[in-house]
C-alpha cells in the first residue's frame, strides 16, 4: 500500500522559514519524480516545484523560485521542501505526489501523478 505522509507544517511570520518533509513508502521512490503542489480555499491545486527522478529539479518561476528548495534523500525514501522569505501568499495546503517509475515528463502538473498524500497546512502571517 502507498502512502505519502506530509509533516512540517505550520504557523510562521512572514519572512521566516518552513521544512516540509515527505515520507514515502510502498513505492519504488527513487525511480519516480516527486513533487510538492500547494491549494488555496477557492483555487486549483498548484504546481510548487519537482524533483525528477533524473535529478533535474524544477520550480514555479514566478511564485517560489529563489525561496523554496526542493530536495530527496532516495535512501530514507523522503522528500522534502525548504521554504525561505515566507510570504502571506504562500499560505496553502501543501501536497507531496509521486509520479509513475520512470515518468518521461517533468512533473508541473496534477495529472502526472499517480499518488498524493493527505497534505499539510501552512500559514503565513503578515
Known amino acids: 500500500q502507498v502512502q505519502l505522509v506530509e509533516s512540517g507544517g505550520g504557523w510562521v511570520q512572514a519572512g521566516g522559514s518552513l521544512r516540509l518533509s515527505c515520507a514515502a513508502s510502498?513505492?519504488?521512490?527513487?525511480?519516480?519524480?516527486m513533487g510538492w503542489f500547494r491549494r488555496t480555499p477557492g483555487k486549483e491545486r498548484e504546481f510548487v516545484a519537482a524533483?525528477?527522478?533524473?535529478?533535474?529539479?524544477?520550480y514555479d518561476e514566478d511564485s517560489v523560485k529563489g525561496r523554496f528548495t526542493i530536495a530527496r534523500d532516495n535512501a530514507k525514501n523522503t522528500l522534502y521542501l525548504q521554504m525561505n522569505s515566507l510570504k502571506p501568499e504562500d499560505t496553502a495546503v501543501y501536497y507531496c505526489?509521486?509520479?509513475?517509475?520512470?515518468?518521461?515528463?517533468?512533473?508541473?502538473?496534477?495529472?502526472?501523478?499517480?499518488?498524493w498524500g493527505q497534505g499539510t497546512q501552512v500559514t503565513v502571517s503578515s
Open positions: 524533483h525528477r527522478w533524473s535529478g533535474a529539479k524544477i
Open positions: 505526489a509521486a509520479g509513475p517509475v520512470y515518468s518521461p515528463r517533468n512533473g508541473v502538473r496534477s495529472s502526472e501523478y499517480d499518488y
Open positions: 510502498g513505492l519504488t521512490f527513487s525511480s519516480r519524480t
